[in-house]
């Protein structure tokens, strides 16, 4: 479980992502396709499975609908948590506890 305690949240559904935001996440990411959600329903419905995407497809793609964003995406001190994989959870709580301790 992620302590919610101290965080930001943005409800993307309603209060989509800025391009700045995006911006931001991709600089401390490294790119837009470790962003992108490949288990977005839309993904399969828009065959982009069988399509090459650039970087500025996965880019546009996040803007334009939320449910290409991968989450959640946390960002603390310039470092980028980004999903809910058992690994991402482990270093993100890993994280949390040394810097709180």
């Known amino acids: 479980m992620i302590p919610l305690e101290g ?3 943005q409800e993307i559904k309603t209060k989509p992502i800025t391009v700045k935001q995006l911006e931001e996440m991709k600089k401390l990411s490294g790119s837009y396709e470790s962003l992108f959600s490949r288990r977005a329903k839309k993904y399969k419905e828009m065959g982009l499975k069988d399509q090459n995407l650039s970087e500025k497809d ?7 609908h939320y449910t290409f964003l991968k989450r959640p995406v946390i960002i603390i001190d310039n470092r980028i948590f980004i999903g ?8 993100l709580l890993d994280y949390l506890n040394k810097k709180n301790s």
Do not use: T
């Open 84 to 91: 809910s994989s058992k690994k991402i959870i482990e270093s």
């Open 58 to 64: 996965y880019q546009q793609f996040i803007l334009d």
């Open 7 to 9: 965080f930001e949240l």
